[in-house]
């Protein structure tokens, strides 16, 4: 039933490439830009709570993994290249250890979710703790509570003095979420993907069929990780400054507030959630009557009590029930466009 | 001699806090299975119940034993008739709602009190052992979190309704064919946990500068002295309450309290990570 992996990747690309050509004539690059960001943020945690079952607290630990390792190494380095990758890298192998602590001890959801929770809260504290001058990595302070500023943003690999900023750099962040996108497109229709959506289904029947589920999970755990890493750097070159406040549960909640609204179990909701929310967040930001959080909190219990499966299912359900007794050509055409961009 | 007294009674006050910080959530999380994620929030609003009541005129032990307590069981018992009354027996979409409703409770906060920090200065004096000063409030607490542990193990094993209460979250269907409804029971039984956090949040108060966002600092610290401690509700609590705080105070007087508290976080992990069961899991079973 599934259309093919090429058609699914072309559309996407079709899709992405109009609303990366469309959108920066409606909102300016810069709020789009951090947007984009959320939306990656949204994404990583998508996969591992919605396709591999795995209720993580504390996604936000490794967003502030990323940016943090980012800016030590820039500063430390003086380029843009290298940062990069050790900011994929390193949130990565952090959740890998983590991971698998949780999943060969097998724990699972509340205890889970309480570690994750916790483990963010030791960043956190640690993080806002380093204000004093001995708190020093390579050439970089790590400056508590005021985070590090002034550190080397993007640049062109090999040239530190040719800086991607503004409007390039809100290119460069869209092409790195649809490049994200596709390979977790690609990811959840590998025999990796199926089974770690067979594990959420039932994990105990996985096991009995022979694959390693500690092992699986531990992994897609570490990937989810990484991307929230990559989302994390590309945070941090964006704000040009990082702060613990990127640790903070605070985070962790809107991100998972952004999936619940998105709607779990989709690769769109999760980026579509980010992007409405932030948004919707940066236009409440402008008036002061009512409280932000209040609205944020007030979206999340109404959303769990009555649209607990969020827009996009929510959506795409209303859509199948009205067309799906109309078999004509376009219709159906319709459908299987919907079901490749929703999917 | 004097420092080791101070320290002694530093290790009991932190035990006292971590039972005072989880009695609250061990009522509605180890009775009633409900993830409460915004038992920080009701302890916040016992404090700003507290403070508000103090600066209107009330007697201060009248404002933290009786007022802050009514008011936030109240608003406890509205939460749950509005929200948590749909979710029961779905665990993870409680937890979100509840998170929700702390974020909520948050901005609510926010707009009524301001983003400020406000307090009031503690109602008993300090006296000093030797060279060292002692905080006399300190006292109060171990007093109260040992009296409300006393309560709750007489109103749970010695009481009608303790044991009714006990009965339902058992077997609901059972209590409800003897004629008790589940409902009203689970709604009390919600009643005093919200309650207890009240209580909790109005005897710290005078302790620490109250911000709206105070709630998030007790959370975590709550969550896991009750899930360290495992199904056994007080023995549970005492126990895990008992080695976190001793393990949080070692640290502090040895190196620093930042590391005090990332110790007891730590200690957490690891402890959770050996007894998933929590601690009463493995000790102590079958007791209450």
């Known amino acids: 039933m599934q259309p093919s992996l090429a058609k699914d990747m072309l559309t996407t690309v079709i899709v992405a490439a109009l609303l990366i050509w469309l959108l ?37 630990a490794y967003f502030g993994l990323g940016a943090y390792t980012y800016a030590i190494a820039a500063v430390n380095f003086g380029e843009s290249t290298l940062p990069m990758l050790l900011a994929v890298l390193v949130p990565a192998a952090f959740a890998l250890l983590l991971g698998a602590m949780m999943f060969y001890g097998r724990l699972t959801d509340v205890y889970l979710g309480v570690i994750t929770l916790v483990v963010t809260l030791i960043l956190f504290k640690f993080i806002n703790s380093t204000a004093g001058p001995q708190y020093v990595i390579g050439k970089a302070r790590l400056g508590g509570f005021n985070g590090i500023p002034g550190y080397q943003t993007l640049n062109v690999p090999g040239d530190p003095n040719a800086y991607i900023w503004g409007d390039a750099y ?35 029947r996985i096991a009995l069929m022979g694959y390693d589920v500690a092992a699986r999970k531990t992994l897609l755990f570490a990937l989810g990780a990484a ?36 709607g779990l179990g989709t690769r ?39 649209l607990p499966k969020g827009v996009v299912p929510a959506l795409s359900g209303m859509w ?10 376009r219709s159906r055409q319709a459908r299987r466009r919907r079901r490749t961009e929703h999917g | ?38 038992h920080g929030e009701f302890m916040m609003m016992g404090g700003y119940a507290t403070i508000t009541a103090v600066n209107a005129g009330v007697n201060v032990f009248v404002a933290i034993l009786v007022i802050a307590p009514l008011i936030v069981g109240l608003i406890g018992l509205i939460v749950e008739r509005l929200v948590i009354r749909h979710l029961y027996g779905r665990l993870v979409d409680t937890m979100l709602a509840t998170w929700g409703l702390s974020l909520f409770l948050v901005g609510l906060a926010t707009m009524i009190f301001g983003n400020t920090t406000t307090g009031i200065s503690t109602p008993i004096p300090g006296f000093a052992v030797g060279a060292y000063q002692v905080n006399g409030y300190n006292f109060f607490i171990i007093v109260v979190s040992a009296l409300l542990v006393l309560a709750m193990l007489a109103v749970l094993r010695g009481s009608r309704a303790g044991l009714i209460a006990r009965g ?16 009203r029971i689970y709604m009390a039984t919600f009643f005093c946990g919200s309650a207890l956090s009240g209580l909790a949040g109005a005897v710290l108060a005078p302790l620490v500068g109250l911000v709206p966002t105070s ?38 007087f040895a190196v620093s309290p930042v590391i005090g508290e990332v110790a007891l976080l730590v200690a957490a992990v690891v402890l959770l990570r050996l007894m998933p069961q929590g601690i009463t899991g493995r000790f102590f079973k079958g007791k209450l």
Not at chain 1, 174 to 181: D, H, K
Request: hydrophobic fraction near 60%; include cysteine.
């Open chain 2, 168 to 183: 339902t979250m058992q077997r609901a269907d059972m209590a409800a064919a003897l004629g008790y409804s589940p409902d």
């Open chain 2, 215 to 252: 709630g998030g600092a007790y959370i975590a610290k709550a969550f896991i002295t009750v899930i360290a401690g495992g199904p056994a509700l007080i023995a549970g609590l005492v126990s895990s309450a008992t080695s976190f705080g001793v393990i949080n105070q070692f640290f502090t």
């Open chain 1, 320 to 329: 199948k029930a009205s067309f799906a007794r109309r078999p004509s050509g």
């Open chain 1, 227 to 262: 991307i929230a890493g990559l989302a994390g750097a590309l945070f941090a070159n964006w704000s040009e400054i990082v702060t613990p406040g990127l640790f903070s549960l605070s985070q962790s909640a809107e991100i998972i507030i952004w999936c619940i609204v998105g």
């Open chain 1, 24 to 60: 920066p004539l409606l909102v300016g690059t810069y709020t789009l830009t951090v947007l984009v960001i959320y939306g990656m943020l949204g994404l990583s945690l998508g996969l591992i709570w919605g396709f591999g079952g795995i209720l993580c607290f504390g996604q936000a």
């Open chain 1, 170 to 204: 809100f290119y460069f962040c869209a092409l790195a979420l649809v490049l994200v996108y596709l390979l977790v497109t690609w990811l959840l229709r590998s025999s990796f993907g199926r089974i770690a959506i067979g594990i959420r289904e039932n994990e105990t």
């Open chain 1, 268 to 306: 769109l909701g999760p980026i579509l959630g980010a992007a409405v929310l932030a948004y919707l967040k940066f236009l409440l930001g402008q008036q002061s009557s009512i409280d932000n959080t209040l609205i944020m909190g007030l979206i999340l219990v109404l959303f769990v009590l009555f």
């Open chain 2, 1 to 38: 001699m004097d420092l080791s007294f101070v320290i002694l009674i530093e290790m009991f006050y932190a035990v006292a806090t971590l039972i005072l910080i989880g009695s609250g959530l061990a009522v509605v999380f180890g009775m009633m299975k409900v993830i409460n994620l915004a």
